[in-house]
């Protein structure tokens, strides 16, 4: 053994030896020595994307699956972590427009030097199930589930609207959309309505909420929420409003109705007007008529539509002189076009209430329109020039100014109201949806090609089966004007499948979304060519547990979800969900440092680039540079990242300190699902404790290789306090270990270590064997104990101190198992009260009788002291807590 820990060394000749001996790779069935079948466990990272290089996030997320792979591996079971590559998407196209490389090199670039630097960082990856969404044997499967989806009516093709850059002549994402212009072309961006391919995802609405909200307890509340929020289920009651409006060539619009959802028909006597959206029918036709509607709509279109934009943007509204009838009091209600009113929920349509919803009251305020309170709550003030949240509370409200249904509560009215509208033939109850279907469609190049040929006689015809893949091609570079696929003729042109005459090729892609749905099912089917699944599938699925960034709470998991249900139900698979148990773990954090330049931006320097100025109590207030000692300021600590310059290269640590060090440190300094701090001194801190570890081997080195395991400790007698001691420290820091091994709780786990390891290099132990086989028991469970988190120095010292003699390889090696006697203490501390008060405490060897204790209790010297001679009346004993002496 080396007397100096080099970390580069030891890990690569750990990382060597594991490669050579394939020690990551998993069979499906794999027994124990003793014949019988190993439990699987299914433990897998989301999968990164190939940016590059891998950030911290990535250290962080893969040792915490890394650490939970191994320990469990130990524990005897048959894990699986693979690993994989979501491949396709935007990023390869930009960095494609602006080097000129075409997308495939660059991802399968990234992709090399990632798997290296991932290698480097001694993940028990099992690489024969690598998989990459780019690979044509992968995206084969999307196509072929995409076709059988189209069969069964869950695909299905819709115009959509869409962000179009007339100059660059491409399709953009709603983020692509800056201040109305196009992020290159700078062009004024126009909706264009165009096809594309939907995934029924609403047919399993009702299915996912009901597994969100009784299945999933093995992932983290928030994001059940967010899911639920995201399904979005909605009771109320779908009505309309009559009307005689009619189009220019005199047709009624919608036949004379103006349908709204509501949850609060309750509330319907408090109407005072309707909104509908800026795309809905009645606002078209108020625009053909008025140019001031049009010039609102126009307005009110542009930017960003999403739920999110509306929350936040100011209310506004234009009358449309149109009038609808009010269904009870038979009223003129007159037509609003609302900018808060979204046409793809609901009708896009509401009878606005503005006595008792928020967004309503807002607007009539703005707009001067009428305000009537319909509910009251006994003991409220209501006052139309001000909201209270109160107005929209229906625990103890009655309804008021509303005829009939005067005193009544608010379900008595919706059950009334509803029923009126089922007898006018107006509406009924109904639920309704958020969700909306998945739109798949991305007029992209780098991406899985929709499986379908449009032939000028025949229409959109699926790829035959036997065609797939439709293989995409590897050369072209985008240039940023549209997608390459439409000038790339030998990926267009195609014989129609049904007639043979010519035809041209879809050349919109998949959503990378649908890589992302299965591809964890593809690492447990690895290589099958024949088949998407098989039953390797069933054996790993569904995965134990899944860990990833809260950023993928929402899409990702529901669309995997969706995704796993298609599948069930059309028998490739035995399950109904895919992830048991989430966790999402905490982003990596750093100070952030800026300075103003000169054009008044803002320019970020790195942590590395500069030097804190500290308060009196050690606070960051300021920092200078390094390089010419000039003040710029400190903005406090964000989120790791390339936009901030706070970011720290993994890879620079992992060549100067080792990945142990890197591993230690991001375990240590945070429990998984919490924000880490990135910390130069937390580094060296690990680093230092690695080498303490290290210099404690290397110095008992002799005694632990010639001392023997198994020892009978039971058989001992007299054995000297400082050994029982070290064993009592030993197992009860197992205990604990195991305790947070088992809620992942992965920074107590090192500190547990750490602690055992101080325990060690301060016990005074007797000359002799015993105290020999006591070290050699401590450091093979300070070993094993700490393996899981740094793995290659562990491996080395397991070796190099001759416990693979008894208990095997380390990666296989059995996990401690606590020794209950060790445990049990020979003296407990019991509190002594005086006449109730607490005034100290006493020993009493651990098996001490009753009798005993009073003993002891009488003889203690407060005891006289605090009863100034009184006789002591009587000794109260509670078993392992505490004596009370009353006199
Ligand atoms: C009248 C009313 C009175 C409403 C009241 C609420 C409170 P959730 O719970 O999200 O389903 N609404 C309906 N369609 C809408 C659309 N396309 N865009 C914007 N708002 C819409 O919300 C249902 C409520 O949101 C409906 O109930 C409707 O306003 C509004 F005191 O109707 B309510
Ligand atoms: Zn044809």
Same mark, same amino acid.
């Given at each position: 053994?080396?007397?100096?820990?080099?970390?580069?060394?030891?890990?690569?000749?750990?990382?060597?030896?594991?490669?050579?001996?394939?020690? +990551?790779?998993?069979?499906?069935?794999?027994?124990?020595?003793?014949?019988?079948?190993?439990? *699987?466990?299914?433990?897998?990272?989301?999968?990164?994307?190939?940016?590059?290089?891998?950030?911290?996030?990535?250290?962080?997320?893969?040792? /915490?699956?890394?650490?939970?792979?191994?320990?469990?591996?130990?524990?005897?079971?048959?894990?699986?972590?693979?690993?994989?590559?979501?491949?396709?998407?935007?990023?390869?196209?930009?960095?494609?427009?602006?080097?000129?490389?075409?997308?495939?090199?660059?991802? +399968?670039?990234?992709?090399?030097?990632?798997?290296?630097?991932?290698?480097?960082?001694?993940?028990?990856? =099992?690489?024969?199930?690598?998989?990459?969404?780019?690979?044509?044997?992968?995206?084969?499967?999307?196509?072929?589930?995409?076709?059988?989806?189209?069969?069964?009516?869950?695909?299905?093709?819709?115009?959509? !609207?869409?962000?179009?850059?007339?100059?660059?002549?491409?399709?953009?994402?709603?983020?692509?959309?800056?201040?109305?212009?196009?992020?290159?072309?700078?062009?004024?961006?126009?909706?264009?309505?165009?096809?594309?391919?939907?995934? *029924?995802?609403?047919?399993?609405?009702?299915? $996912?909420?009901?597994?969100?909200?009784?299945?999933?307890?093995?992932?983290?509340?928030?994001?059940?929420?967010?899911?639920?929020?995201?399904?979005?289920?909605?009771?109320?009651?779908?009505?309309?409003?009559?009307? =005689? @409006?009619?189009?220019? %060539?005199?047709?009624?619009?919608?036949?004379?109705?103006?349908?709204?959802?509501?949850?609060?028909?309750?509330?319907?006597?408090?109407?005072?007007?309707?909104?509908?959206?800026?795309?809905?029918?009645?606002?078209?036709?108020?625009?053909?008529?008025?140019?001031?509607?049009?010039?609102?709509?126009?307005? %009110?279109?542009?930017?960003?539509?999403?739920?999110?934009?509306?929350?936040?943007?100011?209310?506004?509204? !234009?009358?449309?002189?149109?009038?609808?009838?009010?269904?009870?009091?038979?009223?003129? @209600?007159?037509?609003?076009?609302?900018?808060?009113?979204?046409?793809?929920?609901?009708?896009?349509?509401?009878?606005?209430?503005?006595?008792?919803?928020?967004?309503?009251?807002?607007?009539?305020?703005?707009?001067?329109?009428?305000?009537?309170?319909?509910?009251?709550?006994?003991?409220?003030?209501?006052?139309?020039?001000?909201?209270?949240?109160?107005?929209?509370?229906?625990?103890?409200?009655?309804?008021?100014?509303?005829?009939?249904?005067?005193?009544?509560?608010?379900?008595?009215?919706?059950?009334?109201?509803?029923?009126?509208?089922?007898?006018?033939?107006?509406?009924?109850?109904?639920?309704?949806?958020?969700?909306?279907?998945?739109?798949?469609?991305?007029?992209?190049?780098?991406?899985?090609?929709?499986?379908?040929?449009?032939?000028?006689?025949?229409?959109?015809?699926?790829?035959?089966? &036997?065609?797939?893949?439709?293989?995409?091609?590897?050369?072209?570079?985008?240039?940023?004007?549209?997608?390459?696929?439409? &000038?790339?003729?030998?990926?267009?042109?195609?014989?129609?499948?049904?007639?043979?005459?010519? %035809?041209?090729?879809?050349?919109?892609?998949?959503?990378?979304?649908?890589?992302?749905?299965? +591809?964890?099912?593809?690492?447990?089917?690895?290589?099958?060519?024949?088949?998407?699944?098989?039953?390797?599938?069933?054996?790993?699925?569904?995965?134990?547990?899944?860990?990833?960034?809260?950023?993928?709470?929402?899409?990702?998991?529901?669309?995997?979800?969706?995704?796993?249900?298609?599948?069930?139900?059309?028998?490739?698979?035995?399950?109904?969900?895919?992830?048991?148990?989430?966790?999402?773990?905490?982003?990596?954090?750093?100070?952030?440092?800026?300075?103003?330049?000169?054009?008044?931006?803002?320019?970020?320097?790195?942590?590395?680039?500069?030097?804190?100025?500290?308060?009196?109590?050690?606070?960051?207030?300021?920092?200078?540079?390094?390089?010419?000692?000039?003040?710029?300021?400190?903005?406090?600590?964000?989120?790791?990242?390339?936009?901030?310059?706070?970011?720290?290269?993994?890879?620079?640590?992992?060549?100067?300190?080792?990945? =142990?060090?890197?591993?230690?440190?991001?375990?240590?300094?945070?429990?998984?699902?919490?924000?880490?701090?990135?910390?130069?001194?937390?580094?060296?801190?690990?680093?230092?404790?690695?080498?303490?570890?290290?210099?404690?081997?290397?110095?008992?080195?002799?005694?632990?290789?010639?001392?023997?395991?198994?020892?009978?400790?039971?058989?001992?007698?007299?054995?000297?306090?400082?050994? *029982?001691?070290?064993?009592?420290?030993?197992?009860?820091?197992?205990?604990?270990?195991?305790?947070?091994?088992?809620?992942?709780?992965?920074?107590?786990?090192?500190?547990?270590?750490?602690?055992?390891?101080?325990?060690?290099?301060?016990?005074? $132990?007797?000359?002799?064997?015993?105290?020999?086989?006591?070290?050699?028991?401590?450091?093979? /469970?300070?070993?094993?104990?700490?393996?899981?988190?740094?793995?290659?120095?562990?491996?080395?010292?397991?070796?190099?101190?001759?416990?693979?003699?008894?208990?095997?390889?380390?990666?296989?090696?059995?996990?401690?198992?606590?020794?209950?006697?060790?445990?049990?203490?020979?003296?407990?501390?019991?509190?002594?009260?005086?006449?109730?008060?607490?005034?100290?405490?006493?020993?009493?060897?651990?098996?001490?009788?009753?009798?005993?204790?009073?003993?002891?209790?009488?003889?203690?010297?407060?005891?006289?002291?605090?009863?100034?001679?009184?006789?002591?009346?009587?000794?109260?004993?509670?078993?392992?807590?505490?004596?009370?002496?009353?006199?």
């Amino acid at each position: 053994m080396q007397e100096h820990y080099h970390a580069s060394a030891v890990e690569k000749e750990a990382q060597t030896i594991w490669q050579e001996h394939d020690v +990551y790779r998993v069979v499906e069935g794999a027994k124990n020595a003793a014949g019988e079948e190993k439990p *699987k466990f299914y433990a897998c990272s989301m999968l990164p994307y190939p940016s590059g290089k891998l950030h911290m996030g990535h250290v962080r997320n893969y040792t /915490i699956n890394d650490v939970m792979a191994r320990q469990l591996r130990m524990r005897g079971y048959n894990v699986l972590m693979p690993m994989g590559w979501d491949a396709f998407g935007m990023p390869a196209e930009n960095a494609a427009i602006k080097s000129k490389v075409p997308p495939a090199k660059w991802t +399968y670039d990234n992709i090399a030097y990632m798997k290296k630097q991932m290698q480097s960082m001694g993940l028990a990856i =099992d690489w024969s199930r690598e998989m990459c969404a780019c690979d044509p044997e992968y995206y084969r499967w999307n196509q072929w589930l995409f076709l059988k989806m189209l069969e069964k009516g869950i695909a299905y093709r819709k115009t959509q !609207v869409v962000n179009w850059d007339p100059v660059d002549q491409t399709v953009l994402a709603n983020e692509q959309v800056v201040d109305g212009r196009g992020w290159r072309s700078g062009a004024l961006v126009e909706k264009r309505e165009i096809p594309g391919y939907y995934l *029924k995802i609403t047919d399993y609405a009702e299915e $996912l909420l009901d597994y969100t909200k009784n299945h999933l307890d093995g992932w983290p509340e928030r994001v059940r929420l967010m899911q639920e929020n995201w399904i979005g289920r909605s009771e109320g009651v779908r009505f309309a409003f009559t009307h =005689d @409006i009619r189009d220019g %060539a005199n047709q009624l619009i919608q036949d004379g109705r103006l349908y709204v959802f509501t949850t609060r028909i309750d509330t319907i006597m408090g109407v005072t007007f309707c909104a509908v959206a800026p795309e809905h029918p009645l606002a078209v036709e108020a625009a053909r008529r008025d140019d001031k509607v049009a010039a609102f709509i126009k307005e %009110a279109i542009k930017g960003g539509t999403s739920e999110a934009d509306l929350a936040t943007k100011e209310k506004e509204g !234009v009358p449309t002189g149109l009038y609808v009838t009010h269904p009870i009091t038979g009223d003129n @209600i007159e037509v609003w076009v609302g900018n808060y009113v979204l046409m793809s929920y609901g009708d896009g349509a509401v009878m606005a209430v503005p006595g008792h919803d928020e967004r309503d009251f807002a607007f009539a305020l703005k707009y001067q329109l009428p305000i009537v309170q319909v509910i009251d709550i006994e003991g409220r003030a209501y006052s139309t020039t001000q909201w209270q949240d109160w107005y929209a509370d229906k625990e103890g409200a009655k309804l008021i100014n509303s005829g009939e249904y005067n005193g009544l509560s608010i379900s008595e009215a919706v059950d009334k109201i509803a029923d009126l509208m089922v007898a006018k033939q107006l509406g009924e109850k109904k639920v309704t949806w958020r969700i909306r279907d998945w739109g798949i469609s991305r007029q992209r190049y780098w991406g899985t090609p929709i499986p379908i040929i449009h032939c000028p006689s025949c229409g959109s015809v699926p790829v035959p089966e &036997k065609d797939l893949p439709v293989v995409l091609p590897e050369h072209l570079i985008p240039d940023g004007s549209g997608n390459p696929l439409n &000038k790339c003729e030998e990926f267009l042109q195609v014989a129609c499948p049904c007639c043979g005459a010519d %035809a041209k090729r879809e050349t919109d892609t998949m959503d990378t979304f649908v890589d992302s749905s299965w +591809y964890f099912m593809r690492y447990a089917s690895a290589a099958n060519h024949e088949a998407m699944v098989d039953e390797r599938n069933n054996y790993w699925m569904p995965m134990d547990q899944y860990i990833g960034g809260i950023e993928h709470a929402v899409m990702h998991l529901l669309y995997a979800r969706f995704w796993t249900k298609v599948m069930r139900d059309m028998g490739l698979l035995a399950y109904d969900e895919p992830f048991v148990k989430l966790l999402c773990q905490g982003m990596v954090l750093n100070h952030i440092y800026s300075r103003r330049n000169a054009l008044g931006g803002i320019e970020y320097f790195a942590p590395s680039e500069v030097d804190n100025i500290l308060d009196a109590k050690g606070n960051i207030i300021g920092a200078k540079l390094k390089s010419d000692g000039s003040e710029i300021s400190y903005d406090g600590i964000g989120t790791m990242s390339k936009s901030k310059n706070n970011g720290i290269d993994p890879q620079h640590l992992i060549d100067t300190m080792g990945a =142990d060090t890197a591993r230690l440190f991001v375990m240590f300094a945070s429990p998984p699902e919490q924000t880490l701090e990135w910390s130069g001194s937390g580094v060296d801190g690990s680093n230092r404790f690695l080498r303490r570890l290290w210099n404690y081997c290397y110095k008992h080195q002799d005694e632990i290789r010639q001392a023997q395991d198994n020892i009978d400790w039971a058989a001992q007698e007299e054995l000297a306090q400082a050994i *029982k001691d070290l064993r009592l420290e030993t197992y009860s820091l197992l205990k604990q270990a195991d305790y947070d091994y088992s809620r992942i709780q992965y920074n107590t786990v090192v500190s547990a270590n750490m602690k055992l390891l101080n325990a060690l290099e301060a016990a005074q $132990l007797p000359a002799g064997e015993l105290a020999q086989h006591a070290i050699r028991e401590s450091v093979s /469970i300070l070993l094993r104990m700490l393996y899981p988190v740094v793995p290659h120095i562990t491996w080395h010292l397991w070796r190099a101190l001759g416990f693979a003699e008894t208990y095997g390889d380390l990666l296989d090696a059995p996990w401690p198992v606590v020794d209950e006697a060790a445990l049990v203490a020979d003296e407990i501390e019991l509190v002594l009260q005086i006449n109730g008060k607490l005034r100290g405490s006493m020993m009493v060897p651990n098996d001490a009788d009753q009798a005993l204790i009073e003993q002891t209790a009488r003889e203690h010297e407060a005891v006289e002291r605090f009863l100034e001679g009184r006789p002591i009346k009587r000794v109260i004993v509670v078993p392992g807590r505490l004596v009370n002496v009353v006199g």
